[in-house]
């Protein structure tokens, strides 16, 4: 399957907009410079009281479904 790296900073202030249905995706970069439009509920497992930060795995379909994504420790 492939699969992407991501490095996420997203703090918790941005998020708001999330939960006031401003918007519903997320735009992050991976790490070999592709643009992923993320649908922000994938996020919710991981958002923290400062927000979502980390190193994450996303894997995906030929087609660009998305499959999983998890947090690298």
Wanted: net charge positive; charged share 25%.
């Amino acid at each position: 399957m492939p699969w992407l790296e991501l490095d996420i900073a997203l703090p918790a202030d941005r998020l708001q907009a999330v939960y006031r249905g401003q918007a519903n995706r997320v735009l992050v970069t991976s790490r070999d410079g592709r643009r992923v439009s993320l649908p922000a509920h994938y996020l919710r497992p991981f958002v923290g009281q400062a927000g979502v930060y980390g190193r994450f795995f996303l894997e995906f379909t030929a087609e660009g479904k998305l499959l999983s994504l998890r947090r690298r420790d």
